[in-house]
């Protein structure tokens, strides 16, 4: 989520590829080499698509002008995984993400080198995608990066989460030293916070934790170089400063077996050394963020996923939860997304919404636009998920089915928030046949909104491709571009004959768009790429530049 302009804001959730044991370990499906690739609903069988083959360019696809600059793998041998990207005012793309390689395919200056394990990584690239420089941040345990933002400085701020008790942290910042230790006698897994400057080098590094786990999710800077931080805790000791809550409200839980969740989101002050606010967000079960956004006015915007009928909810659209006959067992509430708006000072809600239908929803990712409207992406398995001036007026999961075993497919969803957040400006469903999920979302200054995502559906919406027209035979990316009344302007497919998702989007002051996110496939639509096949036969991050 950047503040590189006032008018550029979003964020999004990642897609999680990391388990919690109840040691506090996490476990990463492909570290045995296993690459682990979601089944696809019935509608994804394998379809005859026209793809460049590997290390030949894609076509100079062009919409309304726009066209693909650059689309390039990045990775080495084993697991790498682009989960979020921003570029700034010069067109620079910086990404962010997770990787158990020791060393990418490329020739440029790393800043910081690969430790152990699995480390977080941050590249960035020029406008015409040569590599400028990478970095690893990572210790002796699991690191990943799930978010990054910049300020119009072209600083980039990272956050994620690391169980390594030698995570390079900076001196004088609000926590040098892992405070997770009490996940049966190993370290847990903190939140972390690290500023680069534009070449690379960290300015500030701080854990950001209790004596449990904590996962940092989203992060956004404000115009004065504030970073915002949204994530997830289950100690009920995560700092708290000028807090709407104080405390956890999750119910209590005993021993080393992980606690429910909920949100936390942080203010930080300029140099990581203070903190502004800090606060819960959450109920009695558990609460997951899905991102952060701030406007000009340093109100952070904050969605995700409860399950907690006593959410904290203020001026709210929808005051409370929807479904609740979800299982097992019998009875359980299902997940709701939420939407909550905090004032500059952290300390009362502007408003707090569910968002959701009768069976459950994700939130995913959210922007919020020059005029304060919040934005948000994300999933949803409901028939009655409320829907105002509708791209897509219904769920559309045919190749699904309720039949035993159960597959259930969800569709994306896009909903815009009025100011106030107490009506819809628009809300539409965003999906084909099978399985469509929303990940990211941002907002350019005049309001369009662009979403990134997964999708299983052969016939997911498409319109004036700017990368791909057709289905690559697995499972895809898409991008998709709405107008500020929620009308399509293009739509895309993004992959090739494998697993492919997008998992972050940004867009910049003068239009330029960055997608990065995984892929699997060795035909992957590439363009001018700094890396142009796939190493070996595991995922790979890929970057892409439109203008």
């Known amino acids: 989520m950047s503040a590189q302009s006032p008018r550029v804001r979003r964020d999004r959730r990642p897609f999680t590829v990391a388990v919690v044991t109840t040691a506090g370990l996490l476990l990463i499906g492909g570290v045995a080499g296993v690459a682990h690739r979601g089944l696809p609903g019935n509608d994804a069988t394998a379809a005859t698509a026209v793809r460049p083959a590997a290390g030949q360019p894609a076509a100079p696809a062009l919409n309304n002008g726009r066209s693909v600059q650059f689309s390039t793998f990045l990775g080495g041998r084993l697991w790498d995984e682009a989960t979020d990207t921003e570029v700034d005012s010069a067109g620079n793309t910086y990404v962010a993400g997770f990787t158990l390689s020791s060393r990418f395919q490329n020739a440029a200056a790393v800043r910081r080198p690969f430790r152990e394990l699995v480390d977080a990584f941050v590249a960035k690239l020029s406008p015409s995608g040569s590599l400028l420089w990478q970095t690893f941040l990572g210790g002796n345990d699991i690191d990943i990066a799930n978010s990054v933002a910049l300020d119009s400085a072209g600083n980039a701020y990272v956050t994620g989460m690391t169980g390594s008790v030698d995570f390079p942290t900076t001196a004088g910042t609000v926590q040098p030293a892992i405070r997770g230790r009490d996940c049966q006698g190993e370290p847990c897994h903190d939140a972390f916070a690290v500023k680069l400057n534009p070449n690379g080098q960290v300015v500030y590094s701080t854990f950001l934790g209790g004596r449990f786990n904590e996962e940092g999710v989203g992060i956004a800077v404000d115009k004065n170089g504030r970073a915002y931080v949204s994530g997830n805790t289950d100690s009920a000791d995560f700092p708290t400063k000028n807090a709407v809550q104080p ?108 968002l959701g239908g009768v069976k459950p929803e994700r939130g995913s990712g959210i922007a919020v636009s020059s005029s304060g409207s919040a934005i948000v992406t994300g999933s949803t398995q409901s028939r009655d998920f409320p829907t105002v001036h509708a791209l897509q007026g219904r769920l559309d999961n045919a190749s699904c089915t309720e039949l035993q075993p159960q597959e259930q497919c969800h569709d994306g969803f896009v909903s815009k928030l009025a100011a106030s957040g107490r009506t819809l400006v628009y809300s539409t469903y965003l999906g084909g046949k099978a399985e469509d999920q929303g990940l990211a979302v941002a907002v350019d200054r005049g309001g369009n909104a662009y979403v990134a995502g997964r999708t299983d559906s052969r016939n997911f919406p498409v319109r004036a491709p700017v990368v791909q027209a057709r289905f690559g035979g697995y499972i895809d990316g898409f991008a998709t571009s709405l107008t500020p009344a929620g009308g399509l302007i293009w739509s895309t497919f993004v992959g090739g004959k494998e697993a492919d998702r997008v998992e972050g989007i940004s867009v910049n002051p003068s239009l330029r768009i960055a997608m990065a996110g995984r892929t699997l496939s060795p035909n992957f639509p590439t363009r001018r790429p700094v890396q142009p096949a796939l190493i070996d036969k595991d995922y790979d991050a890929f970057v892409i530049g439109v203008r």
Do not use: M, W
Request: aromatic residues 10%.
């Open 247 to 354: 405390t956890s409200r999750s119910t209590p839980c005993s021993g080393d077996l992980p606690c429910p969740y909920d949100v936390f989101v942080t203010k930080l002050g300029q140099n990581g050394a203070s903190i502004f606010y800090s606060t819960y967000l959450g109920g009695k079960e558990s609460d997951t963020s899905g991102g952060i956004a701030v406007d000009t006015n340093g109100s952070a915007y904050v969605t995700g996923t409860t399950k907690s009928p006593n959410f904290p909810t203020a001026n709210a659209l929808s005051p409370a939860i929807h479904g609740r006959a979800c299982g097992p067992p019998p009875n359980e509430p299902c997940l709701d997304a939420f939407v909550t708006k905090l004032n500059p000072a952290g300390n009362r809600l502007s408003y707090s919404t569910y």
